[in-house]
């Protein structure tokens, strides 16, 4: 079936350092691709979209590249900032109806 | 405008008791869903609408109850709550025909049944 996996936290990073949050999908059709933020206390906001393989999706400095080639769509920032401390979701959707999430990855960036 | 709001934002419940999760949008959205978030799983589908007056079931229906009176509301009932249903409950709403892009979530339901 679909699924996504992505890479298990948390993440420590310090201000200004170089993030990667990996993420892989397995689909039998072909999904668009999303990485969805939740802020504490919040409920998730989609950061980023891509809808087909080599689209490249950024919002608020962060990238990710639908690479069909290795199903992946990993997600990068050149120089985090304490206010990226969040849980990262990559999510995969077929159609109208379908939203399949991986499990998060938690980051906390330190001053 | 408020977008989805859940209520409450926390809960403890007693093995076997009832309640009911409260969702409500302004948003005029006629699709509306619930997920549940549990530790290592991301989150999963429970029961979505399409609009009002019509439910269907997601991916991990058992246990929980839905009905759809109104364009604005989507509450979610647990009938006799087991400790399995210990998760974080999330809401959320966007018009019917749109890509799963344009979802709203609410804040979250964090329940705890002992």
């Known amino acids: 079936g679909d699924s996504v996996t992505q890479m298990e936290g948390p993440v420590t990073l310090s201000e200004e350092a170089f993030l990667t949050i990996n993420c892989t999908y397995t689909?039998?059709?072909?999904?668009?691709l999303f990485w969805y933020v939740q802020y504490p206390g919040e409920g998730l906001q989609l950061l980023l979209k891509?809808?087909?393989?080599?689209d490249k999706g950024s919002n608020k400095g962060f990238e990710a590249t639908y690479r069909k080639e290795t199903t992946s769509f990993h997600l990068e920032k050149g120089s985090v900032q304490v206010s990226d401390s969040a849980v990262y979701f990559c999510?995969?959707?077929?159609?109208?109806?379908?939203?399949?999430f991986g499990t998060g990855t938690r980051l906390l960036v330190s001053p | 405008n408020a977008g989805v709001t859940q209520t409450p934002k926390f809960q403890v419940l007693k093995t076997g008791q009832s309640m009911t999760l409260q969702c409500a949008q302004d948003?005029?959205?006629?699709?509306m869903s619930w997920y549940r978030q549990d530790p290592g799983m991301g989150l999963r589908l429970i029961h979505y609408s399409v609009g009002a007056g019509i439910t269907d079931q997601g991916e991990v229906p058992n246990g929980y109850n839905v009905s759809r009176s109104t364009t604005e509301d989507f509450p979610l009932r647990l009938l006799s709550a087991a400790p399995s249903q210990t998760s974080v409950y999330f809401c959320?709403?966007?018009?019917?025909?749109?890509?799963?892009?344009?979802?709203?979530f609410g804040s979250g339901t964090q329940l705890s049944v002992l």
């Open positions: 689909a039998t059709g072909y999904p668009s």
């Open positions: 999510a995969l959707s077929i159609g109208f109806q379908k939203l399949v």
């Open positions: 959320a709403s966007r018009i019917t025909g749109t890509t799963n892009e344009k979802l709203f």
């Open positions: 948003m005029n959205h006629e699709y």
């Open positions: 891509a809808t087909k393989a080599d």
